[in-house]
């Protein structure tokens, strides 16, 4: 078959050039293709991390403090976790932030072992993200990359503050975004069915 190939292209210069012309035609509408489908298509979403550090931290250690008696079992490890966002002055630039509040108690009396409040922040350069999907995006997104230094900085503290160490479990932040969302219209509802009538 390979020889029957080469004695079809042989004919010489003539299906050579008309080659060479298709492959530059064939060329030439790739790249207007190509082109118009760039100019059609949605921005691409760019986001970088200029920066991230503990905003707040506080650690009570009350086992320490009271003098209470180690818990026998496993503690109730309760976790709270809050996010806000907001526009710096440099174009596409916000400081996304991510609240923890982890409370330790024994599940015999209640009583709490350890008390860790943490707001770790970022920076971020966000680029090509709709108007109407910026506020979801720094809320889901970002807090996702922060979350791995968060966890890392609670796991620290409760190992430095004589506790095993604390590893929490991922956080959807999409489920925690939606729930905010719904509490938020649950209580503009209540608030509207509370307002006298005029």
């Known amino acids: 078959m390979a020889d029957n190939g080469k004695g079809a292209a042989k004919p010489g210069a003539t299906q050579q050039g008309g080659a060479a012309q298709a492959a530059a035609q064939t060329g030439a509408a790739a790249a207007g293709a190509q082109a118009g ?9 760019k986001i970088k991390v200029l920066g991230q550090f ?3 931290m506080s650690f009570e250690n009350a ?6 008696e180690p818990p026998k079992g496993q503690p109730d490890i309760q976790v709270q976790v809050s996010l806000d966002a907001r526009k710096r002055e440099t174009e596409h630039q916000f400081e996304v932030i991510s609240k923890y509040r982890v409370e330790s108690k024994g599940r015999d009396d209640g009583k709490t072992l350890f008390l860790i409040e943490l707001e770790y922040a970022g920076l971020f350069h966000v680029e090509g993200v ?7 995006f720094l809320l889901i997104e970002c807090p996702r990359i922060l979350f791995p230094f968060a966890r890392r900085i609670i796991s620290d503290l409760t190992r430095d503050g004589g506790f095993p160490s ?3 479990d ?12 719904a509490r938020q219209q649950q209580q503009k ?9 005029n």
């Open 37 to 45: 489908a760039q100019a059609g298509a949605q921005p691409q979403v």
């Open 54 to 56: 503990i905003r707040d």
């Open 63 to 68: 086992l320490a403090q009271g003098g209470i």
């Open 130 to 136: 709709p108007q109407e999907q910026i506020h979801p």
């Open 166 to 168: 604390l590893n929490l």
């Open 170 to 181: 991922m956080i959807d932040f999409m489920a925690l975004y939606r729930q905010e969302l």
């Open 189 to 197: 509802q209540e608030q509207g069915g509370s307002a006298p009538a």
